[in-house]
């Protein structure tokens, strides 16, 4: 019963190939490309409105230098959204309840912030570490915990993500089994967890949506630490 519930989180694999590849490139498959036409369908009109409210929300604090991050920060939270969303529909996987592959996106661009910091204002990067007006005893283990928070950020970025994606999807299976098996017992208990199953599904959807931009979000804070 306990591996049953986590075989959905493994990664697929057709004749002894991962079909990992396959999963992460369907999403880009899924999105419309853009035409010569003057006037664009309405499909490709509400996705180029989305991401224009999404870069000014996004780039809102954040300074003129890191706006050259727009296109990467957005390709980014569409693809995770896109993933999110992909692996709730019947029969799928999703690659995003691997820490491994959300860590993959973590960590690269976690230390590209903490370059970018370092290259154009070292002092202020390094101020971080130490908070202004800290007394002369705390100094040292003030940096040490400010250092370890810093290394923590990658691993808090791909950690939330996977928890909230893997806790739905084992949430959902749960009562769908639930219901699945009181149904001939006790058909109005079997109702109700049906209707929960549906009200859940709704709220996983919402999740998946808002996890992307959370994790999107905090890139672009620690980006405006360090610009």
């Known amino acids: 019963?306990?591996?049953?519930?986590?075989?959905?989180?493994?990664?697929p694999v057709l004749l002894g190939i991962p079909l990992m590849g396959l999963a992460l490139t369907l999403p880009w498959l899924l999105f419309p490309a853009p035409t010569s036409r003057w006037l664009n369908n309405r499909l490709l009109t509400l996705q180029n409105w989305f991401i224009q409210r999404f870069i000014q929300e996004l780039?809102?604090?954040?300074?003129?230098?890191?706006?050259?991050?727009?296109?990467?920060?957005?390709?980014?939270?569409?693809?995770?959204?896109?993933?999110?969303?992909?692996?709730?529909?019947?029969?799928?996987?999703t690659p995003t309840t691997q820490l491994s592959l959300n860590l993959g996106f973590a960590v690269p661009l976690w230390l590209?912030?903490?370059?970018?910091?370092?290259?154009?204002?070292?002092?202020?990067?390094?101020?971080?570490?130490l908070p202004e007006g800290t007394p002369t005893p705390l100094i040292p283990v003030l940096?040490?915990?400010?250092?370890?928070?810093?290394?923590?950020?990658?691993?808090?970025?791909?950690?939330?993500l996977t928890a909230n994606l893997t806790a739905g999807h084992l949430l959902i299976q749960l009562i769908a089994m639930a219901a699945a098996t009181l149904l001939p017992l006790m058909p109005a208990v079997a109702m109700l967890a049906t209707i929960l199953m549906v009200l859940l599904t709704l709220l996983e959807i919402a999740v998946a949506m808002i996890q992307a931009y959370v994790f999107t979000l905090l890139l672009s804070l620690y980006l405006q630490e360090n610009v």
């Open 112 to 129: 590209m912030t903490v370059i970018i910091g370092m290259r154009n204002q070292p002092t202020v990067a390094l101020g971080h570490l």
């Open 143 to 160: 940096i040490v915990i400010e250092t370890i928070s810093l290394f923590i950020r990658p691993l808090a970025l791909g950690v939330r």
């Open 1 to 11: 019963m306990t591996l049953s519930l986590f075989d959905q989180f493994m990664s």
């Open 59 to 93: 780039l809102l604090p954040v300074n003129t230098p890191g706006h050259k991050w727009a296109v990467l920060l957005t390709s980014l939270l569409l693809f995770l959204i896109s993933l999110n969303m992909l692996g709730l529909l019947p029969y799928t996987f």
